[in-house]
């Protein structure tokens, strides 16, 4: 698993390629930024993963960002860096874990014994062994609504979306950014000054996330920005703010074409290093001294897997043909579990009740978010 190192500015990534063909331009550049504490006071924050999915389309980069966070939920917030307004919804976690099962390098030793090895008095690996072994590859527009003076972004829009509330920031000066956050419950970072002036000299859009009152850290969910371009950008810059010192940052590309970094180098683990025995428990370590090597300097991508998407992503599930959201709008209780089953979100006869472990005659549901949405948009009665 790559990382980026919170004392540089970037370090090592894995770049997850699940199409192959040519190559098309591919920049380090976004970043998160965390913490919520009214006022400009600073914080450690462990921002402890993250994972990221382009898909690549024609004249439009759609990306799905997954961040895992361990802390006060009433202490996050996100700051992302983007080329171009961005249309904004919720991401599939379920997506990302299908992405990284299929994607994640793994190791594993196959014992063959060759030779005469005593009859039926073997022990252990016998008299000769050899280790086949096998594995990864190894490679692998909005209205605007200004502040109250010139240095003040303009909001092009604030909405909520999911546990998230959103506002898109364009223009501004680093202190009128700064006065937004800090009248809005952002807490600033000494090191954000100058970060965010390079991506404003850049032309960049910025767009801050926190959660809403009371969401509680499991309700943290991807976030998906479609926006009109052509190139990806893996956020680095504001992310290493409040990195923990070996952060794991992967990040997965569908299109029509193999992604290939061009502004970092791009480096290859030597196979014969990997703990094989150990079943890869050295994988980290090697690719951090290969990403800190003469050369790369602590800036480089190791590519995980690249091939067709289909040999390794069951998509079963991720998305329904029969799923509706506007049949629910007018639900009633005498009509819900009649529209769950008609979109197979429902599946009636023999379940087994999650809360008792029970099983019976009963509906129970074909996806694991329902229970979830059912409890925040159609709870039931007290008592039942």
Request: aromatic letters at 10%; charged letters at 20%; proline letters at 6%.
């Amino acid at each position: 698993m790559p990382w980026l190192r919170s004392s540089s500015i970037a370090a090592a990534f894995a770049l997850c390629s699940l199409v192959a063909a040519a190559p098309r331009p591919a920049s380090a550049c976004g970043g998160t930024f965390c913490d919520v504490t009214p006022g400009p006071v600073t914080m450690s924050v462990d921002q402890s993963g993250e994972s990221i999915l382009f898909v690549m389309g024609d004249g439009f980069v759609e990306t799905h960002v997954q961040i895992e966070y361990r802390g006060d939920p009433a202490k996050f917030a996100w700051i992302v860096p983007i080329m171009a307004e961005p249309e904004v919804s919720v991401g599939s976690q379920e997506l990302f874990n299908r992405l990284l099962a299929g994607t994640v390098p793994t190791f594993t030793v196959s014992t063959a014994f060759e030779g005469d090895c005593g009859g039926d008095e073997r022990q252990g690996l016998g008299c000769s062994s050899v280790d086949a072994l096998a594995g990864g590859d190894g490679y692998y527009e909005g209205e605007e609504t200004g502040g109250p003076n010139d240095d003040e972004p303009a909001v092009l829009a604030q909405d909520v979306v999911g546990a998230f509330e959103y506002s898109v920031l364009q223009g501004g000066t680093v202190d009128g950014i700064g006065e937004w956050l800090d009248d809005n419950g952002y807490a600033r970072d000494e090191e954000a000054p100058k970060i965010l002036q390079a991506y404003l000299d850049e032309g960049f859009l910025f767009v801050a996330f926190k959660l809403v009152p009371g969401a509680g850290i499991d309700q943290i969910h991807p976030i998906t920005l479609r926006y009109a371009g052509t190139e990806p950008c893996i956020p680095l810059r504001l992310t290493r703010v409040a990195a923990i010192e070996d952060m794991k940052v992967r990040a997965f590309f569908l299109g029509e074409s193999r992604v290939v970094p061009t502004n970092y180098r791009h480096v290859e683990l030597n196979p014969l290093r990997i703990a094989w025995a150990g079943l890869g428990a050295n994988y980290d370590e090697l690719v951090s001294e290969a990403v800190d090597q003469e050369g790369a300097n602590g800036r480089a991508f190791v590519t995980e897997f690249a091939d067709y998407w289909g040999a390794v992503l069951n998509v079963q599930g991720l998305r329904g043909r029969n799923w509706d959201s506007q049949a629910f709008l007018d639900t009633t209780s005498q009509t819900l579990s009649n529209r769950l089953q008609a979109q197979r979100l429902i599946t009636c006869g023999l379940v087994t009740d999650p809360a008792t472990g029970s099983t019976g005659e009963g509906c129970g549901p074909s996806h694991a978010l329902l229970y979830p949405l059912l409890r925040t948009y159609f709870p039931p009665p007290a008592g039942v």
